[in-house]
């Protein structure tokens, strides 16, 4: 699975900004797409996810702010951020997960964001 993230930038606090992860095959056939995120020195976090059946969830640090949402017919799931804060910097990176008894992650390239005045 090839996944291409786009839409980050520079956006002020309060802003909002929409990531959106082209994959390169069906979304219903991924058990889980993610949203994770990494700011240098840290470790990469997640910051939600959506399975093949629709179902979401967020890290507590984004619940009420970030949506994740999907076009199957675009293949496309997206990560809308509302309310950024200048901590929501980071590099967001697009994930792929294919469970069974053998599990199989793809991560995208990353698109950085920026919140600052």
């Known amino acids: 699975v090839q996944l291409v993230e786009s839409g980050g930038g520079l956006v002020q606090p309060g802003g909002s900004l929409r990531l959106s992860c082209l994959a390169s095959?069906?979304?219903?056939?991924?058990?889980?797409m993610g949203w994770y995120r990494q700011v240098p020195g840290k470790e990469r976090e997640s910051v939600g996810s959506i399975s093949s059946r629709g179902s979401t969830n967020y890290a507590d640090s984004v619940k009420g702010r970030f949506t994740i949402s999907r076009d199957g017919a675009k293949n496309t799931v997206y990560l809308q951020m509302n309310s950024l804060k200048p901590e929501d910097t980071a590099v967001y990176y697009c994930?792929?997960?294919?469970?069974?008894?053998?599990?199989?992650?793809?991560w995208g390239q990353g698109t950085q964001v920026t919140v600052s005045s």
């Open positions: 994930n792929a997960q294919i469970l069974g008894n053998s599990r199989f992650t793809y």
């Open positions: 095959r069906s979304i219903f056939s991924i058990d889980v």
